[in-house]
């Protein structure tokens, strides 16, 4: 079936590196997403990975893949109390995304 | 480059009422599909529009419709509203899922029915 798991909540320090997992189930999926929603507002895309890449890297972001464990990660570096917001990671099913239930980062100083 | 226009921003309805929200995508983006964002069950798919034609559906009642015109703005029509019905109704714009790889979203219609 379609699942795709998050941990709930992830609670980090300012400066340090956050990293928000993911597990997905649809192997077949060509496209993996991460998305941030702040309080109030819609989904902003941050960045996607293809399904033949390992991992991808956009200034402070950088984004794990393991096809193998159906595994992806998001990699937050130096964070900052504006990183503070939901985070999503979606698949790509039949013309939809299917999202997972998001990670509530919180930073503190 | 404008995003993705959603409206009204919010709204407040009644039971038993109907709504209808609108979502204008992407300029040159032909897909949009929207989504129903609650607390408790999360995002969930409700339908896929793509040249006019809905490609997808979610496992909503029928009360749940839409339909997209031919300069791709869409619209999603909730009818005999219910409290449950309250959440954040989120459009995405993307070139279709078969090629374009981006999906964007807009801010969301928050329903509240009362």
């Known amino acids: 079936g379609e699942d795709v798991e998050q941990s709930l909540f992830l609670s980090v320090r300012e400066g340090d590196s956050s990293v928000i997992n993911c597990t997905y189930t649809d192997s077949s999926s060509t496209y993996l997403y991460w998305y941030k929603q702040e309080p109030g507002a819609g989904l902003q895309l941050l960045t996607y990975i293809f399904s033949n890449m390992d991992m991808k890297q956009d200034q402070r972001l950088t984004v794990l893949l393991n096809k193998k464990d159906k595994h992806l990660s998001l990699r937050i570096a130096d964070t900052q109390t504006g990183d503070s917001a939901i985070y999503f990671c979606?698949?790509?099913?039949?013309?939809?995304?299917?999202f997972g239930t998001g990670t509530r980062l919180q930073v503190f100083p | 480059k404008a995003g993705v226009t959603q409206t009204p921003r919010y709204l407040i309805k009644t039971r038993g009422q109907q709504v209808t929200l609108s979502c204008s995508p992407i300029?040159?983006?032909?897909?949009v599909s929207w989504y129903q964002q609650t607390p408790g069950q999360g995002l969930q798919f409700l339908f896929e529009?793509?040249?006019?034609?809905?490609?997808n559906k979610g496992n909503f009642p029928g009360r749940f419709s839409g339909r997209q015109f031919s300069n791709s703005r869409s619209e999603m029509n909730v009818s005999t509203l219910e409290l449950g019905d309250s959440a954040l109704y989120l459009c995405?714009?993307?070139?279709?899922?078969?090629?374009?790889?981006?999906?964007?979203f807009g801010q969301g219609t928050r329903l509240t029915v009362v």
């Open positions: 300029s040159g983006h032909r897909s």
């Open positions: 979606a698949e790509i099913g039949t013309d939809k995304l299917i």
């Open positions: 995405a714009s993307s070139g279709g899922f078969g090629g374009n790889t981006e999906a964007f």
């Open positions: 529009y793509f040249s006019e034609t809905q490609r």
